[in-house]
């Protein structure tokens, strides 16, 4: 399983365009998991990634991965997705598919509350969700799988808003270690429908076995955000980050693109 850290407008079909485009490079999806449930509404998310520095024919130069949720609930929201892997030297395959669940563990608030314009006072939790994903394969199935779980938290600092993953990674390969995973970011807004901030995402693998914080990856740049409002309860989300390695574990930049629809 790929660490997680854990809307289209006029310019996201040509940055897709840029990340397949791009120079041979291993990728992965990096995304913050939003603790929030809307009950009945569905969400449309296309996530990407490219990394900007080459690997070996045959590695991983673009990652994508396409997901639908449903909230049937006002704490309980289910997502099916799907990974797309795009190795140099080929096309676009399937590398898994995951199942995802969140599950609210605060009250929900209005959607005022979770907008990127907000202006909090003071620094308070604003929401907290237990999160989870099963990874199945499409080479190996369910034995060389992976399940993920850990809290997902919500934070308004003043005008800004601070989202925290934590997962713990169980490999059902034997012989495999689980592994720490998280991700952080921290927005504050820049307009009615801008946002601006920076996120941090990465791993420690063989958390519990004696593992140590430079063995995994580790990344963090900039990200802008945008929300718009396309009438009949629609909205679209996209996100767009830089993120740079920080270690030789890392890759030297990764190029992030997710677009989020709700409706």
Known sequence: MKPRSILFHVGAP????????APPAAAQVFELIHPEVERG????????GARLDSVPAGDERGALELALAYAPTQFWKTTIAVELADPQGGGLEVEAAE??????????EHDDDHDHGAAAQGFRLTAAALYSVLEIPAEGGINDGAFAFGPAVEFAAGRATVIGNLLAEIPFTDGDNAALLYALGLSVPAGETFALGIEAHGEIEDAFDGGEFGDGEHLLGPAIYAEYDIGRGREIEPRLALLAGLNDESPDAVLSLNIEMGF
């Not at 199942?99 to 929900?108: I, M, R, V």
């Open 41 to 48: 509404s569905f969400e449309l998310e296309i996530l990407s």
């Open 99 to 108: 199942w995802e669940n969140l599950l609210l563990l605060t009250a929900p």
């Open 14 to 21: 040509a940055l897709l365009a840029f990340i397949y485009d």
